[in-house]
């Protein structure tokens, strides 16, 4: 509200319709600074609506202006916010915020990030990439195996295989509770069964 008390000033002695010319162009630089701002300081999205909210007053001041430049602005805007969202995303990969919020490794264990920066990845990232590795291999040892459905997979609920209640999807429809199942694959961290037709 500084800003824009100040640009008034700073227009007193200008038409009173070219007070808005500047205001609509105060607010757009107040929003750029925001967006930039935004970037390193980590609000929860709080500086990304303030700087929407000064884009729209923006436009709006611009509209009221002249209707003619306000419709020229806002192609303008719309036309440029694609490229200053892609760079601006382009900056905040490389910030810490980013590297922090990113994943380094994937569901194997093996890093995916930076080589250089392998030695800063999260330990508690490595840690669930190894677990989820070894999740993946004790359920693909089950593969092939036959169990019984402790309940009624509709598509998703659980098994017994070999003494051991787990989770699964059905291949397909619905499975009834008691049916003998066989396990035929791992997907997506979970076993996928098929019900036992009859011989």
């Given at each position: ?5 100040l640009l ?113 990845a999260d ?39 070999d003494g ?36």
């Amino acid at each position: 509200m500084s800003m824009v008390a100040l640009l008034q000033g700073a227009a007193a002695a200008a038409p009173r319709e070219e007070v808005y010319l500047f205001v609509a162009l105060g607010l757009l630089a107040l929003a750029l600074v925001l967006l930039v701002l935004e970037l390193f300081v980590p609000t929860g999205g709080a500086l990304a609506i303030m700087t929407g909210v000064a884009a729209v007053a923006s436009i709006a001041s611009m509209f009221i202006y002249d209707t003619v430049y306000g419709a020229v602005y806002l192609a303008l805007l719309c036309a440029g916010s694609p490229v200053v969202l892609l760079l601006v995303f382009k900056v905040w990969s490389h910030t810490p915020i980013a590297r922090r919020m990113i994943l380094q490794q994937g569901a194997d264990g093996a890093a995916h990030g930076d080589p250089m920066n392998a030695e800063s990845a999260d330990p508690s990232v490595a840690a669930r990439g190894k677990a989820a590795a070894e999740r993946t291999a004790r359920l693909s040892a089950l593969v092939g195996q036959s169990g019984i459905a402790v309940t009624t997979l509709r598509p998703v609920g659980f098994v017994r295989i070999d003494g051991q209640r787990m989770d699964a999807i059905a291949e397909s429809g619905f499975i009834m509770e008691g049916a003998a199942i066989d396990v035929i694959e791992v997907f997506e961290g979970q076993l996928k069964v098929r019900e036992q037709r009859a011989r």
